[in-house]
């Protein structure tokens, strides 16, 4: 049976208004529909006899009939329609009637997107608590909010005006920006049975409600689905209660950890890419360790000193020497011991010195093996090379580790290891449920624990019995599935891209396009395409 359309009625008698509001949002995204415009109160009387609209929204100075006039007949004959104003006027007093009619919003104009987007989800959510479809009125209005939100972080997107206000009260100086990263939110998804859908609907009312009040844009970012962003323009110690409490609210999630960082400037909304830099500037300083962490912009500033290198060309050219001999002991040394890799928790290492001597050591090895002709594919080599970043952001030392350690494995030349029945049993049933536990966060580590057996040999049994490494193995079945879906449903693909096991849409995109040659975006076009063929 087909989702039902909620439906959107517009009235002003201004038409380059009209026009503004049916372009700012695109409404079919959501399931909405945005009705011809009315041009007067007349007009909007006709229209909702004939199209019986769920959402009214009315500029307060209309001709033949004003607003206020408007709604008394409106909410009479149509009770269970959802209404706001928008006026020019800038004197509650003047459309406090507009509220006695029973409007649930007054908005002025120009009316910006950050406030259109408010309303609608204020909307749908009061329809939601009459409707059957309830589950599907809320995961619409979350998502409007995080779709178009996420857009005003992005770089070069500027859809805002200054000096807007997020109240809808007086325009203001600046606000600040709250990122809360939630570490391996896939895993904590699955163990607390929900989809992210109602995961990311029921944070976003727990952070409205600690923050205490409706004057917060709070979105989950669709780039990122680990990221919540919350802009306000409470003051600093506001801000710092309310991550305390999100911090007591997210405890209950196991076997991940959490990072808040608080912008330490002030930002209009046109500049709140800037804030979002800032935030993930401050992400990156973090301490890398399996513990919740509190980061304040302003704090950060006054911190002496820069990103310590960890790795140096001496470094290199010790790993160079020790591949191109053959002593792959004395590499694992050097990386585990020497650079410290092993050791960064205890020594205080950052995420950023942890990601950046990473993506060192891995270009050696990585170089070393495709001249050995090590690897399978450049494709191959990418993808584990992205799948250390992504184990690298879950603040595992263990499974990073253990990765590292498979991929100088692989360095090593082949041979055949003699594996006990017991043993190809094992991996038998390990390929088969990772067949079905696809979307899980899955190491080496974690799934040789699973089965109880030490994660080195286990990972070259496996190489030996299903003929592909470990990490690449996830990555395919990853991947078949997400084109299943793409193919045989409507679902949004950061939604897809969720449910296969990528909390991170911008990285599971490259992975789909290293291993497709296309993007899932384009992969659906073509899809479409050869459906509508003859």
């Not at 517009?10 to 503004?20: G, L, N, V």
Request: glycine share 4%; hydrophobic share 40%; aromatic share 10%.
């Amino acid at each position: 049976m087909d989702e039902r359309k909620y439906t959107i009625l517009f009235a002003d008698d201004e038409y380059w208004t009209r026009e503004k509001i049916r372009r700012m949002i695109q409404w079919e995204k959501y399931g909405l529909e945005f009705l011809e415009p009315a041009v007067d109160g007349e007009e909007v009387l006709q229209k909702m006899e004939e199209s019986r609209p769920d959402i009214l929204i009315t500029d307060i100075n209309m001709p033949f009939l004003n607003g206020v006039e408007l709604l008394e007949q409106v909410h009479a004959r149509f009770p269970d329609v959802v209404t706001f104003v928008i006026s020019g006027y800038d004197d509650f007093e003047y459309v406090k009637g507009t509220f006695m009619s029973g409007a649930m919003n007054y908005l002025k104009k120009p009316v910006t997107k950050v406030e259109l987007v408010n309303a609608i989800v204020k909307a749908l959510e009061a329809i939601s608590e009459r409707e059957q479809e309830k589950r599907q009125l809320v995961k619409a209005a979350s998502l409007i909010q995080d779709r178009e939100f996420s857009q005003m972080i992005q770089r070069d997107r500027r859809s805002f005006v200054p000096a807007i206000s997020v109240n809808g009260k007086e325009p203001f100086s600046g606000m600040s920006l709250v990122l809360v990263k939630i570490h391996n939110l896939s895993e904590s998804i699955h163990k607390n049975y929900q989809d992210l859908a109602l995961f990311s609907y029921n944070f976003k009312k727990k952070a409205k409600e600690l923050l205490g009040g409706e004057c917060d844009i709070v979105f989950n970012n669709i780039y990122r689905s680990n990221e919540f962003v919350v802009v306000s323009e409470k003051p600093r110690k506001d801000l710092l209660q309310f991550a305390e409490r999100m911090k007591q609210y997210l405890k209950d999630f196991k076997d991940t950890c959490i990072t808040i960082c608080i912008s330490g400037h002030s930002y209009s909304m046109e500049s709140i890419h800037m804030a979002y830099v800032e935030a993930v500037g401050l992400l990156m300083a973090r301490r890398y360790c399996r513990k919740d962490e509190l980061i304040l912009g302003e704090e950060q500033e006054k911190e002496p000193g820069a990103v310590r290198q960890r790795f140096n060309k001496e470094y290199g050219k010790q790993l160079n020497n020790f591949l191109v001999t053959g002593n792959y002991a004395a590499v694992q040394q050097t990386i585990f011991e020497s650079i410290g890799l092993a050791d960064c928790e205890k020594e205080g290492w950052t995420y950023l010195e942890v990601k950046q001597t990473l993506r060192q050591v891995l270009n050696i090895l990585i170089d070393f093996g495709l001249q050995e002709q090590v690897f399978g594919s450049v494709a191959d080599v990418e993808n584990i090379m992205e799948s250390l970043d992504k184990i690298a952001e879950d603040m595992d030392i263990r499974a990073l580790c253990a990765m590292m350690e498979d991929v100088i494995d692989q360095l090593k030349p082949e041979k055949d290891f003699v594996a006990t029945d017991s043993m190809r049993d094992i991996v038998q049933k390990a390929a088969a449920w990772i067949d079905s536990h696809y979307a899980e966060s899955l190491t080496l580590v974690s799934i040789a624990e699973r089965y109880h057996v030490e994660s080195s040999y286990f990972s070259k049994i496996f190489r030996q019995e299903i003929g592909i490494n470990l990490i690449l193995y996830i990555t395919q079945k990853r991947i078949e599935k997400s084109k299943e879906y793409i193919r045989g449903s409507d679902m949004g693909l950061m939604e897809i891209a969720f449910m296969v096991g990528y909390d991170d849409y911008t990285y599971f995109s490259r992975v789909f396009k290293k291993n497709e040659g296309m993007s899932p975006r384009e992969y659906r076009a073509l899809s479409k395409e050869k459906k509508e063929l003859p």
